[in-house]
């Protein structure tokens, strides 16, 4: 066949490839969460813990505000992520695997967990295609860009104004000329977030000089001398006593809302035990069903009325619950009764303390040096969950 008729060709399939799109009915690779039925319809994943997990990656994003906190927050409590299975003996499988900053930023930035129909989201840019390879130069376009985006098409995890502002937080965490970024780990509190009001507005620096003593923090501005090698600091503020006036007018400013504050934290924390609390209980009923029904352990001591099961030889006695379970299952199942999530007693403490500060308000030199800060950014997380 001629090349212009092939060329033919594959504009025609394209361009029915594409007008299926823009009706909803091609099918596009589902993310974490969904599954599609064998009649082409997509619907939530039919594992309950799987629908749980997903939910929770959302809500302590919503909580957090970051990829990275979301990370070592899943990385901490043990939490695996649901992948189903797309190929090979075991597809269509359930199977669990460890969290990755990249799997979440996909989850993130995926519109479909907000219900929205997407294609062309990946489109190829042709100075990045390499000759004689078709599926490489693929890059992220923005929403504006995409080939197709039907809204309310496919069952939603969050709203599209959830998925709108997860996006926005996102990209205001980039460190760039618009965005001062997350917020960094240190003692200055305004670090990211002062702008030099005598050489146009540009973004002072936090510092932490090092030597013997270690010297508290302080806030500079060296753009001229940075970026032109001419004249020498434009200011230097003492990091101190800024924070420390920054963090009594925040203080001051929330004090009459400081016990709707306090509660709705209060309900926040209680919420983030309850998900974990049932997330444990997920798993630990799947160990069960994975490691068969409970089997009791016959012995000739059974007839006597007497239980081997139930003591030791140095006469400890092993729990009913677990004398019900075969000898194969304890391992897993002692494992995940260790695994359940405590409370959370230093959070009690810091939510008290909190209230303390919101309702009553420190004395004058109760304080001590670096509690402002901590204040604040505790202010900050608390605004941030019930945004």
């Keep these: 066949m001629p090349e212009a008729g092939t060329f033919l060709i ?178 200055a509190l305004l670090a990211g977030l002062l702008r030099c009001g005598r050489c146009g507005r540009h973004r002072m620096t936090a510092r932490y000089p090092d030597g013997p003593g270690r010297r508290p923090h302080n806030y500079t501005c060296a753009f001229y001398q940075v970026n032109y090698g001419a004249g020498g600091l434009c200011q230097h503020i003492a990091g101190p006593a800024l924070d420390a006036y920054i963090a009594g007018q925040v203080l001051a400013a929330v004090a009459p809302a400081a016990l709707e504050v306090s509660m709705a934290a209060a309900a926040q924390a209680e919420n983030e035990r309850a998900a974990l609390d049932k997330l444990w209980q997920q798993r630990l009923e799947r160990a069960m069903r994975r490691t068969g029904p409970a089997a009791s352990i016959s012995s000739p001591s059974r007839r006597t009325g007497s239980s081997p099961a139930s003591s030791k030889p140095d006469g400890r006695t092993r729990s009913p619950s677990l004398q019900r379970l075969p000898r194969r299952a304890m391992p897993l199942q002692v494992a995940l009764r260790r695994a359940r999530p405590r409370p959370d007693r230093e959070l009690d403490l810091v939510l008290h303390e909190v209230a303390q500060h919101r309702v009553e308000g420190p004395e004058p030199g109760e304080r001590g040096e670096d509690e402002p800060d901590d204040v604040l950014r505790l202010l900050v997380r608390v605004k941030g969950g019930l945004a």
Excluded: C
């Design 10 to 187: 594959r504009q025609r399939m394209l361009g029915a490839k594409r007008a299926k799109a823009e009706r909803g009915e091609l099918a596009i690779p589902l993310p974490t969460g969904y599954v599609r039925r064998p009649s082409g319809e997509v619907a939530f994943d039919p594992d309950e813990q799987a629908q749980h997990v997903v939910r929770l990656v959302f809500a302590t994003f919503s909580r957090l505000g970051t990829l990275n906190a979301v990370l070592r927050y899943l990385a901490e409590h043990e939490v695996q992520l649901p992948v189903r299975v797309h190929a090979g003996p075991s597809e269509g499988e359930l199977e669990w695997h460890r969290p990755a900053r990249e799997t979440l930023q996909n989850m993130l930035h995926n519109p479909v967990y907000a219900g929205y129909y997407a294609y062309g989201r990946r489109q190829a840019g042709p100075r990045r295609k390499l000759p004689g390879r078709p599926a490489t130069g693929r890059v992220v376009k923005d929403s504006g860009e995409w080939l197709v985006l039907l809204p309310d098409r496919l069952p939603a995890y969050i709203t599209a104004e959830e998925h709108q502002a997860n996006v926005a937080r996102m990209a205001a965490n980039r460190q760039t000329a618009a965005s001062p970024g997350a917020p960094r780990g240190g003692a």
